[in-house]
């Protein structure tokens, strides 16, 4: 059944136009009647498109807009199995017939996901598409690009404009799709942006076939999902030390993963919101704020008004800016989609999207000369085996290795055969998705004392953060702030002319590394922890080395090994074996002693803490066995899967006067990390929360009420039964 009609009285462009008509058809009522009513408003062949998306990013609403009128289509809500079934074919066909046939233009904004999300959810081509946002060279995901592809500020109501597309953490109300779309007719209609919407390219995804359509859409939707998992609303934990000076407030962020940060170029909103809690009866002002100044924690915010004594708390409004990687990620998918690139066929994208293609591999691949594994450390057979793959000529490998087997051995064993060899010169890259896992990476191999090697790292990171976890491998360090740009002389001095440079997968998108791939190209790149990476975020390396990329492997822990042998010790490898890797997984391991006993930690109670939890018993046993490590002389680090309970954690050790520097993780970022003694605070007490996680491992201070009730059947739960009643140390 229909909506009413109803109409929209633009608030955008500074010139005046009169109401727009806004009908409402849903997608069992579309017939030819309505779709040649709207045509026949759009005599010039102009179309301005927007679409809404419901949950999973799946298309739930579409607006064509023409100078007078907007049609808005809803389209019907899928319930389980259906999710996965396209609406009926009869409202496509007569979409495809009206509005997505070759005679006239689709002009919008994000073309890309709106062109994807029309082939995925309804299984239409769009002819015809126009980019709004490609008229600016300004980042696409700007406040300048926004404004500058509905031709310019100087002819807009900036606030409202900024409004109509920043912001939307609810769902799009109809009038907001339907003013978005004839926004779109509008910008492309302007005498001023006839010259610069010439020179866009069009999107026609009817000229691609449907397994490459299938790949490009898949990607762009993965990365829609990613998007839309991003918090809209973070709470910077803060100092309490602050300061207010000629309306500045100048503040310390204590965590990193909560930081208080400046968007580049001040594209995307989050601004600070200070909450304060007044002396009088506890009410609450909210003072918005914009970020101005951070210098590693410090950060200094511009009020937009006083702020009232008392204690503040401060939260950031809006999603993060996407970071360069993400940005490199859509503009390849938008390029390829313009015809501007053919990323798709590239054999690298072709050997993991498109296996079915057998992809023709350039010449200058790795030559088959043997080369002999030179490695100061014994390797057992599947380790060598590993390295060997990694040698060969091989363009693309995939090596399994669950925990305990020797990864980073591995790597470290393929750099130090490939530099001591007559392919010497053969440049390698070592990148993983985290910052903890390269410098993992950059230990293993200066612990065998293999030290030609450059560790690329951000500023970000590194600066007033985490200085402390490179102490050992700080010669090698280049931070990315050092990097000179347009100084190719430099670069090459920092360089030392090494071969092999460790970074994050993301650093290979960043601008600061340019001159460091002109001196150091990609040939071969090993990808530790590859499991970790989303398949799309291989995208941007693919696409900007492509010239230069002969050899990629993938190393990780997929859980579906036949063969490969641990070393974890019996206890430990045998349970894992059973309940991760359906009795796949075997250990070679000849030690058959206890090597996991679990704590009961009496009064135990997990406590939120913003999107997090901490538990202050589990803290104190967590110190308590620190204590136990030190009188015994072993060294130890402390796990836990929550970032409160990491600060806590740390905090706690400092107090206690032990070592705290590089001792406390969360499960994710210790991956590929050794230590004498593991101590693990599972937190929770009531739901089990990460534990209902498969790819989580055992866990070691806890309730032991919590275990053997609600934990009963996680993993951790298994584990305490399988150890039995003497695995409780107390």
């Keep these: 059944m229909s909506d009413p009609p109803f109409t929209i ?5 500074k010139a005046p136009h009169s109401p727009i008509l806004v009908t409402t058809c849903p997608w069992v009522g579309l017939d030819r009647h309505i779709l040649q009513d709207f045509i026949d408003t759009a005599a010039d062949g102009v179309i301005g498109v927007a679409p809404a998306y419901g949950p999973n990013c799946v298309l739930s609403v ?30 496509s066909d007569l979409l495809k017939e009206f509005m997505f046939c070759a005679g006239s233009q689709k002009f919008g904004f994000h073309m890309d996901v709106f062109a994807t999300s029309l082939f995925i959810d309804l299984g239409l081509r769009l002819r015809g598409g126009v980019d709004l946002l490609s008229v600016a060279k300004d980042p696409r995901h700007s406040r300048e690009a926004k404004l500058k592809s509905m031709g310019g500020v100087a002819y ?17 109300e109809p009038k907001d799709v339907a003013l978005q779309a004839w926004v779109a007719w509008r910008a492309a209609t302007l005498v001023r942006m006839a010259a610069p919407l010439t020179k866009v390219a069009r999107i026609d995804t009817s000229l691609f076939t449907e397994a490459r359509l299938s790949v490009l859409a898949k990607i762009v939707r993965d990365a829609s999902r990613l998007e839309a998992l991003k918090p809209t609303l973070v ?18 962020s204590t965590r990193f ?3 208080v940060q400046r968007t580049r170029d001040q594209v995307v909103i989050p601004i600070q919101h200070i909450e304060v809690h007044g002396e009088s009866g506890g009410q609450r002002t909210a003072v918005s704020g914009k970020a101005t100044y951070i210098d590693g924690r410090a950060a200094q915010l511009t009020l937009k008004a006083a702020l009232p004594p008392g204690p503040i708390k401060v939260f950031t409004v809006g999603r993060e800016a996407p970071n360069s990687a993400e940005v490199q990620r859509t503009k390849i998918v938008l390029k390829a989609l313009q015809r501007l690139s053919a990323v798709e066929y590239e054999p690298f994208f072709r050997a993991i999207w498109l296996p079915q293609e057998p992809p023709a591999w350039p010449p200058g691949l790795p030559s088959n000369r043997d080369i002999s594994i030179e490695f100061p450390r014994p390797l057992n057979d599947s380790q060598k085996m590993a390295v060997a793959a990694i040698l060969s000529p091989k363009p693309i490998n995939l090596i399994h290795g669950p925990p305990g087997t020797g990864k980073t051995t591995v790597i470290a064993a ?18 993983a998705q985290s910052n903890v896992a390269v410098k993992n990476i950059a230990e293993k191999l200066a612990s065998v004392d293999f030290l030609d090697f450059k ?4 500023k970000d990171f590194h600066y007033d953060w985490h200085e402390h976890l490179y102490e050992k491998i700080n010669p090698n360090l280049i931070r990315s702030d050092s990097l000179v740009d347009d100084d190719l002389v430099a670069t090459e001095r920092q360089l030392l002319d090494s071969k092999v440079i460790l970074c994050t997968l993301s650093m290979l998108s960043s601008s600061c590394v340019s001159l460091v791939t002109q001196l150091v190209p ?4 090993i990808v530790d922890e590859a499991s970790q990476v989303e398949v799309g975020n291989y995208l941007p390396m693919i696409a900007l080395y492509s010239t230069s990329l002969r050899k990629l492997v993938f190393i990780g822990d997929d859980k579906q090994c036949e063969h490969d042998l641990s070393r974890m010790p019996i206890q430990l490898g045998t349970f894992i074996g059973r309940h991760v890797y359906d009795n796949k997984l075997k250990t070679i391991h000849s030690n058959t002693a206890p090597c996991c006993h679990f704590i009961d930690v009496k009064k135990s109670k997990e406590v939120s803490k913003g999107c997090s939890w901490i538990n202050f018993a589990e803290v104190s046993a967590a110190i308590a066995e620190a204590r136990k490590c030190i009188a015994r002389g072993r060294s130890y680090r402390i796990i836990t899967p929550y970032d409160a309970q990491r600060g806590k954690l740390e905090a706690a050790l400092q107090s206690a006067k032990l070592p705290w520097e590089d001792k406390v993780f969360c499960v994710d970022s210790f991956q590929g990390n050794e230590d004498d003694y593991i101590i693990i605070s599972i937190v929770r007490t009531e739901k089990i929360g990460f534990l209902a996680e498969q790819r989580r491992g055992m866990r070691i201070c806890t309730s032991r009420a919590f275990v053997e009730g609600n934990a009963k059947d996680s993993l951790v739960g298994l584990l305490a039964k399988s150890l039995g009643p003497g695995a409780w140390a107390g």
């Design 9 to 13: 009285v633009q608030n955008i462009f």
């Design 62 to 91: 579409l607006a064509f807009a023409s100078t007078s009128e907007v049609l808005l289509v809803r389209l019907p809500k899928r319930k389980g199995k259906a999710k996965k079934q396209k609406p009926s074919t009869q409202g």
């Design 156 to 172: 807009l109501h900036k606030g409202s404009a900024i409004s109509l597309f920043e912001g939307k953490v609810r769902a799009m």
């Design 235 to 252: 709470r910077n934990e803060v100092a309490d030390d602050y300061s207010i000076k000629k309306g500045q407030l100048h503040l310390t």
């Design 257 to 259: 993963k909560t930081r």
């Design 414 to 431: 393929a750099v130090m055969s490939i530099r001591a060899s007559s392919a010497r010169d053969r440049t390698m890259w070592l990148v």
């Design 455 to 458: 560790l690329l790292v951000s």
């Design 522 to 525: 990609l040939q071969t790149v």
